[in-house]
């Protein structure tokens, strides 16, 4: 349950929504609805299972109003059908609902509350417009009240971003958030709420935000913030800068093969960005001096972004000296290892909205730990909420498959390791050319990415056919081996593994057939050698065998030869034809690129 | 490559080396081979693809001889195929060779000194064969001399355990060892060489150590021991109290079942061993004093071994306050992160010769860092190489997938943890009630194991299908669910992932289609919800779920409910049901068991 908008004192509800939801679509695609209604009593109720562009061609010019909700979802209870599907509502048809969150007590709540109720879905939703229902139904509460009362008996554990509307008060958006992002947009003469900015973006690019435990009302002309026991609050709205075109995937077929191409011109605007003219890192000394103040740093990060942490551990330490660790958010959530006495957290997150780091995050908090966030979206909820931001500059990423993210991220925590290392007077920092290195690695993905053809012909030889491969590598080789892997399973839906090649011979080589693909990064002078014998031990078991080579360590029959740069750059290479060796392998299948099954751009749910 | 054995100065030579490669079995067995001759210039030399049963088949009477060498080999270059199985032997049939290891330089040997010589197999052990012919022939130069000319030009980081005869010698065997295991063993009246002393067993029960870069040269009444430099050293032998009788599998169809069902008896022989009449832990005073001078425990181990430390890791951290992390010894020995200051090296090894996991300890030994080595095998390599030992006492472990060594290697560690803790007078070691769980938990492996005709019924609907399948879990049950897929991989092929039950959704839940195995463990109260959430997502994307539960968390439609005990033991009852899972997928579907492809049971090379 993923992404939800709001509109109150429009008659262009309907429209307004489904801009809004297109825009929300990365975060989930199983089914979408939206609930309109107007002063006059008439309201209208469309849902359909799978993507928005379901929902928009089943509207009918009758169906419009001055006030809305919406939602497009990614499913965590129930089947992603259209009775599962929200806007969810009360059974006298008084209540409507848009969740996105988990709420982990709904089945007590039912079997304490709703005896004898009748339900339509499966989802913990439908459980909370009920609740509301019945508690102004048949408690006689107002309506206020009545949603503070079930929002005061969700379990602390939950999650949620709720708009709830009331046909008997049509010009209200009743509103409140636990974990979940939501955020109201300011507009002229009429207000909405969603999930991020950008889902308001072509209305307002004013914005405020919402606590956890508020209760936010939203009409067309104000909007009031309460806490749960009724004090109100006053807050100031703030500005984004954010181009709605730059979400444009132009003449590319998908968004992935765009991002793919983009790779190039964001190493050049991160130079831009955090180079001076003297070649030095420019990172603000006050999240250096609080970096160097403590004695562990703490990567945080899931999927991509945890494996981008498993790139920029290795540069904290041997560039800067600093023992650093990397943690699954979900994992560090709910069990710590011992912690240092002065822990510093970097958290990794594209969309800054991960509900899995923000988990970490607000532990963090409570500690008073300086963290970091290094995101690709100004004023995030984990932008906001951590001490210190650093941007990716990567522009909009709308492929569910990260591709210039995970390398934005990278080369940030290169930069910053470059930046630490050089306020610690570390010899390695200094000596590392990085700005001119960036440059040749903007160079060499774009040799990359121009042959293009040769690695769509591999894809098609190699990985067209087997429901399953391995990446394998050594090292900072075996680290993107993992994203490789990732990759190629989120879009192709072949099962990869990424493995440290001489972990494999310990038990996973037993899956190696006749044709099975084995694809090696060798990219490192001390291990490459072993990597090949890894490899030949594969071979000798019938594997597919290909490799992806620095270029001096490249042998005569190796397959993709990119070019040299520093050892702990080489993912920012290695990895591009392991992405289009993904991109091409879902290409040949017939697949959808840009949105493969069951996954959503942003986890906002733990 | 990995079984060697070799005699001298008995005529039953054909029967010893085939009852010493077959011990020797699990360390490869994709091809075998024997070598024989006399002091009448007659030998035979047999070799054939596949098991030992295999060539035992092909041997006639007229094959035997006085002294020989043996070989079973787990392929890492060329085809398990019978040109490239050993014995390898010279173009004049001189010279034959049996090799444990990998010569890293053997390519480059061949273009420097081997110009023009017809190869007939693609190994790197043809091409030292070859070398030394070459020298003796073409240069003039004696046997001995030879060799160690070839010895010096390998390349340092190759690993090698060597047995060379020389048709003009008959009686002697000409010896060398660089990381690779091997052993003389001391007859009566004759002697042997072999990997393990478990491959002479039968003949005697006196061995004598060989050192990396020493010559040895055995002949039926004497052994001698050279440096590369010509210096003679003396050695002392040793004796190894064993019982070849163990290592039977009685009525059982598989050893895999039998070392399965011998469980519960481990884990009361571990209570035997090292708890007092007192119910405290006994563990030798000196190694609890190098621990608790250390400051950070980093658990090395490969497959099976690096899932038994990730459970260990918390294990000392919980009960002893000591930070600890968890490292692939693959990785480890190539790439070490930053250490802290006083490190301690704890290494889990079943056979106690992993190769990857040795090479992590020469350079500990190099730094004279205190190590400890759990093992099942006294007086093996790792055992004699690190300060201190702990016996795993579970009883020789054939299959080759690890079971009760995985549980004896927690069940050690869970003991070393509580004396730790205790001998640093922490609360929560001394509130540990080890003694009395572990006899619970034998009766808890009981109960599962005597239901194994549930598990059975359940292995044949969930997983006698699919080509995939998921482990899910978080904190100790991701361990255990790593462990639990390894199992699966390893003997039924099916390609199986355990995953952090939170991370699934970052990506590599695009992977689950309609009836796609997904096994939860769940053992732990505060993550609990959480991971029936994560796999109700899998559930709604069509998976077909299947759950592993402690008793006080089961729900009604729960499959595998097992006994509650300590939530830092419960890997010692969930991992059961698994390897019962991975059993039976393996016996349903008609595979060996026992020996799967591509495997060996100790991995002796990198």
């Not at 180079?275 to 160097?292: G, H, I, N, R």
């Not at 800054?352 to 995030?380: C, F, M, Q, Y």
């Not at 650093?390 to 909009?396: D, E, F, I, N």
């Not at 289009?580 to 840009?594: C, N, P, Q």
Request: with cysteine; aromatic share 8%.
């Amino acid at each position: 349950m993923c992404g939800i908008v709001g509109v109150t004192g429009n008659d262009r509800s309907v429209s307004i929504l489904i801009d809004g939801l297109k825009r929300l679509e990365y975060r989930g695609y199983d089914s979408a609805g939206i609930y309109v209604n107007d002063e006059k009593g008439h309201d209208y109720l469309v849902k359909r299972s799978g993507r928005i562009s379901n929902l928009e061609a089943a509207l009918t010019p009758e169906v419009k109003g001055l006030a809305g909700i919406g939602h497009t979802r990614w499913a965590t209870h129930g089947v992603p059908n259209e009775t599962n599907a929200h806007p969810h509502y009360s059974n006298d048809e008084r209540f409507y609902l848009v969740h996105n969150g988990v709420i982990e007590n709904y089945q007590q709540l039912k079997e304490e509350y709703l005896k004898g109720v009748e339900f339509k879905s499966q989802t913990d939703t439908e459980v909370i417009v009920q609740l509301v229902d019945k508690f102004v139904v048949d408690y006689k509460m107002d309506t206020k009240d009545a949603l503070l009362k079930v929002l005061r008996l969700i379990s602390p554990d939950s999650s949620y971003a709720f708009a709830l509307m009331d046909r008997e008060q049509p010009d209200t958006l009743f509103v409140a958030k636990n974990k979940s992002p939501l955020l109201v947009g300011l507009c002229q003469g009429y207000n909405m709420v969603g999930s991020d900015a950008m889902s308001m973006i072509d209305e307002t690019n004013e914005f405020m935000e919402i606590n956890d435990h508020e209760l936010v009302i939203v009409k067309p002309d104000n909007v009031t913030i309460e806490e749960f026991d009724g004090t109100e609050k006053k807050r100031d709205s703030f500005k984004v800068d954010m181009d709605p075109s730059a979400a444009d995937k132009g003449t590319y077929p998908f968004y992935m093969l765009k991002e793919i191409d983009e790779q190039p011109a964001v190493m050049r605007k991160l130079v831009q960005e955090y180079f001076d003219s003297d070649d030095q890192p420019q990172v603000s000394e006050k999240l250096l001096q609080a970096m160097a103040e403590s004695d562990h740093i703490y990567i945080i990060g899931a999927g991509t972004s945890y494996h981008a942490g498993l790139i920029g551990a290795r540069m904290f330490e041997k560039l800067c000296g600093v023992p650093t660790t990397v943690h699954i958010s979900s994992e560090f959530a709910y069990e710590q290892p011992l912690l240092s006495s002065k822990p510093f957290f970097l958290f990794l997150s594209q969309s800054g909205e991960t509900a899995d780091s923000r988990e970490v995050l607000v532990h963090v908090n409570e500690h008073n730990w300086p963290s970091l966030t290094i995101t690709n979206v100004d004023k995030s909820t984990l932008s906001r909420e951590a001490t210190f931001t650093l941007l990716l500059y990567a522009g909009p990423e709308i492929a569910v498959a990260s591709t210039k993210a995970y390398t934005a991220q990278i080369a940030v925590e290169a930069i910053l390791a470059k930046a630490l290392g050089e306020y610690l007077s570390r010899d390695a920092a200094q000596n590392f050319d990085l700005k001119h290195q960036l440059g040749t690695i903007a160079n060499g993905m774009q040799s990359i990415t121009d042959s293009k053809e040769d690695i769509e012909a591999l894809a098609s030889r190699y990985l067209s056919k087997p429901r399953n491969a391995f990446y394998i590598g050594r090292g900072i080789d075996w680290s993107v081996s993992l994203e490789a892997a990732l990759k190629l399973k989120e879009i192709s839906y072949v099962q990869a593994e990424g493995f440290a090649s001489g972990e494999l011979k310990h038990g996973t080589i037993a899956l190696i057939e006749n044709q099975t693909p084995v694809i090696a990064v060798i990219t490192q002078d001390r291990t490459a050698g072993l990597t090949r014998s890894n490899l030949e031990e594969t071979q000798s078991r019938g594997a597919a065998v290909l490799t992806i080579v620095s270029r001096h360590l490249a042998h005569e029959d190796d397959n993709i030869i990119i070019p040299d740069v520093d050892e702990l750059l080489t993912p920012l290479l290695s990895v591009v034809p392991a992405q289009l060796l993904a991109y091409y392998t879902s290409l040949g299948k017939g697949l959808d690129v840009d949105k493969p099954r069951n996954l959503a751009k942003s986890v906002t749910v733990q």
